[in-house]
């Protein structure tokens, strides 16, 4: 089901596809999963669960790669995402609907070419084609 205000922000800016703001709010969670930052449902106390734009973009770069693979580049272009700008463009038009917060310290140049996309979803690309016994090893 799509959420009415993210299609408001996609009708105002229709650089990137809704699937790209979506995205964005799953590799969210999934940073802030790989960080141990994780809000829990009721706020019982106050912690900090927020996430700089570099370490966004480590989830959205990794993310990426589990979810689409080598397809990842390809996936991003039909969404509009050229370039780690485009995430925090993304990112701060969220900001500006209110679906998202930042703090004071963040800023669009968070993201300004923090890495190449096609050398961290295409170049290096890798396949481990070791099996999970060996990997454990």
Do not use: C
């Not at 596809?17 to 964005?24: D, K």
């Amino acid at each position: 089901m799509r959420h009415p205000k993210l299609e408001e922000v996609v009708r105002r800016d229709p650089r990137y596809a809704y699937e790209a703001y979506e995205f964005v709010f799953a590799a969210l969670a999934h940073t802030q999963r790989m960080l141990g930052r994780v809000p829990p449902l009721e706020r019982t106390e106050e912690r900090d669960y927020h996430v700089s734009g570099r370490q966004l973009l480590e989830g959205v770069r990794d993310l990426a790669l589990r979810e689409f693979g080598l397809m990842a580049r390809t996936v991003f272009r039909t969404w509009g995402i050229n370039s780690t700008a485009d995430i925090g463009e993304i990112v701060f038009n969220l900001v500006a609907a209110n679906l998202m917060s930042k703090t004071d310290e963040d800023k669009r140049d968070d993201f300004r070419d923090v890495y190449d996309l096609d050398q961290v979803l295409v170049r290096d690309y890798h396949i481990d084609v070791k099996s999970e016994t060996e990997q454990e090893l």
